[in-house]
Nanobody, 120 residues
Framework: QVQLVESGGGLVQPGGSLRLSCTASGRIFYIYAMAWFRQAPGKQRELVADITSGGSTNYADSVKGRFTISTDGAKNTVYLQMNNLNPEDTADYYC??????????????WGQGTQVTVSS
């Protein structure tokens, strides 16, 4: 019913920047919140940042001041601007959406992930 597709990952040098995008498509009635998670090899998936429909944001301590989450409601798209990247940011990044897909149906959907590698 709903698909989330990420893009924008890649290889970047320490100190560099990347912008991730995630677009939701399908039978969307309303998006309550969207978020970015990441999972590094051998580690658990962790929340990076989230944003509500009202624009409230929340960040992991490790990315505060470096990453910015934003949305384009008209495009059902969430962005993650990542600046001053360091090797510890290397991970697969996943988009997540809390979405109403019917009169009463509300579910959480995940994208397929995009890889970010920070290395010199």
């Amino acid at each position: 019913q709903v698909q989330l597709v990420e893009s924008g990952g890649g290889l970047v040098q320490p100190g560099g920047s990347l912008r991730l995008s995630c677009t939701a498509s399908g039978r969307i009635f309303y998006i309550y919140a969207m978020a970015w998670f990441r999972q590094a090899p051998g580690k658990q998936r962790e929340l990076v940042a989230d944003i509500t429909s009202g624009g409230s944001t929340n960040y992991a301590d490790s990315v505060k001041g470096r990453f910015t989450i934003s949305t384009d409601g008209a495009k059902n798209t969430v962005y993650l601007q990542m600046n001053n990247l360091n090797p510890e940011d290397t991970a697969d990044y996943y988009c997540n959406g809390d979405i109403r897909v019917g009169v009463v149906d509300r579910n959480v959907y995940w994208g397929q992930g995009t890889q970010v590698t920070v290395s010199s």
